[in-house]
């Protein structure tokens, strides 16, 4: 099940099964779950291997003055 803190107090985000009742004894494993690295989404650049050889970006015959 997960669920998260408020206020020192664990809430569930999913029901609880129906086999529990009011009473029951149970046992609690907590373990926290890492975020979002950043709080805004990221995408990969996808730059291409062949874009990165000294070939293609020094190009001999290239037309810089």
Same mark, same amino acid.
């Given at each position: 099940m997960k669920g998260f803190i408020k206020n020192k107090a664990i809430i569930l985000t999913d029901p609880l099964p129906?086999?529990?009742?009011?009473?029951?004894?149970?046992e609690i494993s907590i373990v926290q779950i890492r975020g979002k690295k950043y709080p805004f989404p990221t995408f990969n650049f996808g730059i291409k291997?062949? #874009?990165?050889?000294?070939? +293609? &970006? #020094?190009?001999?015959?290239? +037309? &810089?003055?």
């Open positions: 129906e086999n529990l009742r009011d009473g029951d004894e149970v291997d062949e #874009y990165l050889s000294r070939e +293609n &970006i #020094y190009e001999p015959n290239s +037309n &810089i003055s």
